[in-house]
């Protein structure tokens, strides 16, 4: 059994910065890279940010490209999203996910259960 927690949400200023973190824990890992979605009232569940867990190979939505950091730490089984320059339109819940590299919800097998990220402006 596998699980991902998010830890690191809560409520910034405009401007502002946020780390998210992801822990995974559970038996060896089938996956081969993490993401981060993110979902906003009334609307679709939408790609952040990927990376590959032994690569360290990225990918990035045009939305947060410059703005937002994805990385890693293996020894931790852990992922962070590092985000910079938030606006009100970051606000959204995020989700930490683990399967195949990719920018479609249907690349992952292991969902989080999301960590509020509010931008107040």
């Known amino acids: 059994q596998v699980q991902l927690v998010e830890s690191g949400g809560g409520l910034v200023q405009a401007g502002g910065s946020l780390r998210l973190s992801c822990a995974a824990s559970g038996r060896t890992f089938s996956w081969n890279a993490m993401a981060w979605f993110r979902q906003a009232p009334g609307k679709e569940r939408e790609f952040v940010a990927v990376?590959?867990?032994?690569?360290?190979?990225?990918y990035y939505a045009d939305s947060v490209k410059g703005r937002f950091t994805i990385s890693r730490d293996n020894a931790k089984n852990t992922v962070y999203l590092q985000m910079i320059s938030l606006k009100s339109e970051d606000t959204a819940v995020y989700y930490c996910a683990a399967g195949r590299f990719g920018s479609r919800l249907s690349s992952y097998d292991y969902w989080g259960q999301g960590t509020q990220v509010t931008v107040s402006s």
């Open positions: 990376i590959s867990w032994s690569g360290g190979s990225t």
